[in-house]
């Protein structure tokens, strides 16, 4: 088992910044990818963002590269997303999420393990 916090979200204007902390402890962090995902109101969750056990791999979804960045620190068991040109449109639940495969996957069957999410809010 793999237990997964988020935090960080909140408020904040359109053009700001936020950085999500997905806090991991359970099992090996290093032994699994992590991704991030999304649901907006209304709206099915999507992909946002993965990474590799290394951290040596990135992948986005084309709505939020050149935005946002993924990254991992494995000493602390966290990985990160720093949001950065929010959009009203970014408004949703963050979830992140672990899975034990090599490949690159963006289907939230993919991943086992689910943290509760955190709500960001980006205001126009």
């Known amino acids: 088992q793999v237990q997964l916090v988020e935090s960080g979200g909140g408020l904040v204007q359109a053009g700001g910044s936020l950085r999500l902390s997905c806090a991991a402890s359970?099992?090996?962090?290093?032994?699994?990818?992590m991704g991030w995902f999304r649901r907006a109101p209304g709206k099915e969750r999507e992909f946002v963002a993965r990474?590799?056990?290394?951290?040596?791999?990135?992948y986005y979804a084309d709505s939020v590269k050149g935005r946002f960045t993924i990254s991992r620190d494995n000493a602390k068991n966290t990985v990160y997303l720093q949001m950065n040109s929010l959009k009203p449109e970014d408004t949703a639940v963050y979830y992140c999420?672990?899975?034990?495969?090599?490949?690159?996957?963006?289907?939230?069957?993919?991943?086992?393990?689910w943290g509760q999410g955190t709500q960001v809010t980006v205001s126009s």
């Open positions: 990474i590799s056990r290394s951290g040596g791999n990135t």
């Open positions: 999420a672990a899975h034990s495969g090599i490949v690159v996957v963006t289907t939230e069957t993919s991943y086992a393990y």
């Open positions: 359970g099992r090996t962090f290093s032994n699994y990818a």
